[in-house]
Structure formats: structure tokens, C-alpha cells
């Protein structure tokens, strides 16, 4: 089951690349293979978060798949949690934390475990995961260039 976890230094703010990835709907805009994305729900959570009940279509190659998840919005402590409701993964979680650099700018981590039903995309994934988280999080650094312009 592939897993990937990362923190990166960004010259945006906290609040701006939270902003970026709180805004789901707007995925298809700009991250690969992701085709389209609708919010299902929306409501107030526990302790000042909000949820989202969100379906995603990942398209690659001849494969197109929807998967639900429930994204667990943190605004105070600017974190983010994914979980799995329904779609081609046996599990799938990620989450996302953003901290202001005293120096300006931000650190963002970023952490994804899931794994695939079908042992045919899971073997496709396996082989390609690495280049493929790559291009993820490069998505998101170019969509707040051209969101909040070149730092």
C-alpha cells in the first residue's frame, strides 16, 4: 500500500495554501488526473471545524473511478483531514498541516496512505506512485503561483 509524507517550505502563507487546499472543488482546475469533483454536504463539525462530504473522479488512462471522502476542514489549527467513504480503495487518508515560517512564507505537510481494490490499479499505482505524488504537490505549488503570484 503505497504511502507518502512530506513537509515542504513554500514562500505563501498558512492561511493562503490552506485556503488552496481547502478549496475542493476547484481540484479539477488544476491536479492531474483529477476530472471532476462536486460537494455532496456541507456542515459544521466539532470544535469549530467544518466538514465537506465531497466525490472526486480520478481519471488515468483507460481507468475513470469516483471515490467519496469526508474532508475535515481545521481553520484555527489550519489542518485538513481526509477519510474514505465509498469508491475504488479498500482505505484511503491523508491530511494536511500548514505553520507560518517566522521568516515568511510556510511549511506545508502533507501525508497520503491508501490503498486500491482493484490489484490491477494497485500494481499501475505502485509503479508510478512516486512521479505521481510528485506532479501532485507540484500541481499545488503552481496553482498558488498563479493564485498569489511568484514569491
Known sequence: M??????????????????????VERYPE?????SAARIRARRPGEGGSE????DLVISFKVFRERFGSRVVLWPEA???????????????????????RPEGGSDVAFFVDF???NPILQRIIGVVFGEAMARIVRAFEKRAADLYGPQ
Request: glycine share 2%; no cysteine.
Open 115 to 117: 490503498e486500491f481494490r
Open 2 to 23: 503505497p504511502t507518502h509524507s512530506e513537509t515542504r517550505p513554500l514562500p505563501w502563507t498558512a492561511q493562503q495554501m490552506y485556503d488552496l487546499v481547502a478549496d
Open 51 to 54: 466538514v465537506l462530504e465531497a
Open 78 to 100: 489550519m489542518k485538513i483531514d481526509t477519510e474514505y467513504l465509498d469508491g475504488p480503495f479498500k482505505f484511503m487518508r491523508s491530511n494536511w498541516a500548514f505553520r507560518d
Open 30 to 34: 488544476f491536479l492531474p488526473w483529477n
